[in-house]
């Protein structure tokens, strides 16, 4: 069993804080010549930084102009850290310059890569200035190499976790695009289902199918799923759900376009067929909900409807 008292939040921000920012505790005048060292070479170093990002062939996506303006950010931000050793501040910025370089195409790897890149040309750097004092250069570099190695760290998950949330909004809208929820007219709803209809799919459409409903105050909902052609058990389960769901809002609803293997899924699963109002066509279905309407339905010659 392990007695060693826990740490409290307070105790564990200060140890982050440590970690990034390892002469926070001593050593503050050493600190303050690296941090103006840094700072008096800040152009030679951010141009040298730039033509090694041109040789290993990252940020391609940005033209000069924006590349030169977000390594001259980078570069002004990483050492303000290494200065003050916020962490708090390092999230935020990383935060932001993923949301801005993001949209431009660029990819994870070239983020880690062009910090990894400004870590080694610092070092250099420093390697050059204090050379000629051995002792004193490791205790620059063992001061400044953790706090580097962090900064990077704390940047490449910021990169990643943004990127993720821009994906799953892009998946959100997807989604959205590939359920509409159509109103045809005054109380009819339609519902065209196309592509594969998995779990997260089908909860996604019972929440559209029931916002609509509501808004539209439908009697008659229409879902065809012609363009699915498979189901499993589990999204046919929820389909079924879906129309006691929408038959306690209110609404009727009519399935058309069946594939012969969804047919067959509902019925090996037990489903209640007359709960289900279910037509082979969607034009079928659309004539049978202007019925349930109160609409007459007439047919033109060609075989038309109206």
Request: net charge negative; glycine share 6%.
């Amino acid at each position: 069993m392990d007695d060693r008292p826990q740490q409290t939040d307070e105790e564990r921000e200060l140890a982050q804080e440590s970690a990034l920012h390892p002469l926070a505790s001593g050593g503050e005048h050493l600190l303050s010549q690296l941090v103006a060292h840094l700072r008096e070479h800040r152009t030679r170093l951010r141009q040298e930084w730039s033509e090694r990002i041109q040789q290993a062939h990252l940020l391609t996506a940005m033209t000069p102009q924006e590349m030169a303006a977000e390594t001259t950010s980078v570069y002004d931000n990483y050492v303000e850290v290494l200065e003050t050793g916020s962490v708090e501040a390092l999230q935020h910025y990383a935060r932001d310059l993923s949301e801005r370089i993001i949209p431009r195409g660029v990819e994870t790897h070239e983020v880690v890569g062009i910090v990894l890149l400004l870590r080694d040309v610092l070092a250099r750097s420093l390697f050059e200035k204090y050379q000629r004092d051995f002792s004193l250069l490791n205790e620059v570099l063992d001061a400044y190499e953790p706090a580097a190695n962090r900064i990077a760290n704390t940047v490449a998950v910021s990169f990643v976790d943004e990127r993720e949330r821009v994906i799953r909004q892009q998946q959100d809208a997807i989604r959205e695009l590939s359920t509409p929820v159509l109103p045809v007219r005054e109380r009819l709803l339609i519902l065209p289902i196309i592509g594969v209809l998995d779990s997260e799919r089908a909860r996604q459409l019972t929440e559209q199918l029931l916002a609509g409903i509501r808004t539209h105050r439908a009697k008659v909902v229409v879902i065809d799923i012609t363009g699915s052609p498979d189901v499993d058990e589990a999204v046919a389960n929820h389909l079924v759900q879906t129309v006691d769901a929408s038959r306690l809002m209110g609404a009727s609803v009519i399935i058309t376009g069946l594939s012969p293997k969804i047919a067959q899924t509902l019925v090996t699963i037990g489903v209640d067929l007359s709960k289900m109002n279910t037509i082979g066509d969607l034009q079928g279905g659309l004539e049978e909900a202007e019925r349930l309407l109160g609409f007459t339905v007439t047919r033109k010659e060609g075989g038309t409807s109206s």
